[in-house]
C-alpha cells in the first residue's frame, strides 16, 4: 500500500508554455501533499506544502505564480509551471501524507522537465 | 533552520564489504529521521525510519542509528552488492512546519 503516481514521467517543452504534472496517491488519501525540486546532483528541496482543500504554502525563494499548486481532492495535486524558462529545467518529485506533514510521506517517482 | 550534512558524497567500493554512509544534522529536535535509496533518474525508496525515540532500525542488510544528542545517525550496509549501487538520502523531519530537510546524499557505486 501506499503508492503515488506521478504523470507525466518525462516532458519536454518550448520556453513561455506552461507544463502541469499530476501527482496521485493511487492507494489511500492524502489530506497533506508536498511537492520538491531535485536539480542534477543535488538534494532535494521543498517548494511547498498542500493542504486539500487549501491554499498551498511555499517556501522563501518559491514564486507562487510561477508554480501553481492545486489540492482539490484527497487523492490529487497539480504542479503547475508556468511560462516556463530553461532555468525550470528540473526533477519534479511529490509525495503525499496520510494526515498532517508530521506523518509519514510517500514518494512518487518524479517528473523529469525539460524546458528548451 | 534544520541543515543535514551527508559523508562522504561519493563512496567506491569492492563488491562484499561493509560500508558505513554517515549523516549529520544541526537541530536534535527531531521527530524522526528516515534513509531513502534513489536510482538515477528515479523516485525514492524508503529504506529505513528511526522515530526520535529510538536508536536503531534494521532491514536485511541495512542497519540504521540514530543518536540524537550529538547530531548523527548511520546507515550500515553489510556485504555490499552492485545493486546497491545508488544515492542514499537522509532526511529529519523537524521544526514547527515539520519540514522534512534531505541531506545532499552520497553516491555510492558497489564494483563487482
Known amino acids: 500500500g501506499a503508492v503515488v503516481s506521478q504523470h507525466p514521467s518525462r516532458v519536454i517543452c518550448k520556453s513561455g508554455t506552461s507544463v502541469k504534472i499530476e501527482c496521485r496517491s493511487l492507494?489511500?488519501?492524502?489530506?497533506?501533499m508536498f511537492w520538491y525540486r531535485q536539480f542534477p546532483k543535488q538534494s532535494l528541496m521543498l517548494m511547498a506544502t498542500s493542504n486539500e482543500g487549501s491554499k498551498a504554502t511555499y517556501e522563501q525563494g518559491v514564486e507562487k505564480d510561477k508554480f501553481l499548486i492545486n489540492h482539490a481532492s484527497l487523492t490529487l495535486s497539480t504542479l503547475t509551471v508556468t511560462s516556463a524558462h530553461p532555468e525550470d529545467s528540473s526533477f519534479y518529485i511529490c509525495s503525499a501524507a496520510r494526515t498532517s506533514s508530521a506523518d509519514t510521506q510517500y514518494f512518487g517517482p518524479g517528473t523529469r522537465l525539460t524546458v528548451l | 533552520k534544520q541543515e543535514v550534512t551527508q559523508i562522504p558524497a561519493a563512496l567506491s567500493v569492492p563488491e562484499g564489504e561493509n560500508l558505513v554512509l554517515n549523516c549529520s544534522f544541526t537541530d536534535s529536535a527531531i521527530y524522526n529521521l528516515q534513509w531513502f535509496r534513489q536510482d538515477p533518474g528515479k523516485g525514492l525508496t524508503s529504506l529505513l525510519l528511526i522515530q526520535s525515540s529510538q536508536r536503531e532500525q534494521t532491514s536485511g542488510r541495512l542497519n540504521a542509528s540514530l543518536d540524537k544528542s550529538s547530531g548523527r545517525s548511520t546507515l550500515y550496509i553489510a556485504a555490499s552488492q552492485p545493486g546497491d549501487s545508488a544515492t542514499y538520502l537522509c532526511?529529519?523531519?523537524?521544526?514547527?512546519?515539520?519540514?522534512?530537510?534531505f541531506g545532499g546524499g552520497t553516491r555510492l557505486m558497489v564494483k563487482p
Open positions: 532526511a529529519c523531519l523537524s521544526g514547527a512546519g515539520n519540514m522534512l530537510t
Open positions: 492507494d489511500f488519501q492524502a489530506t497533506t
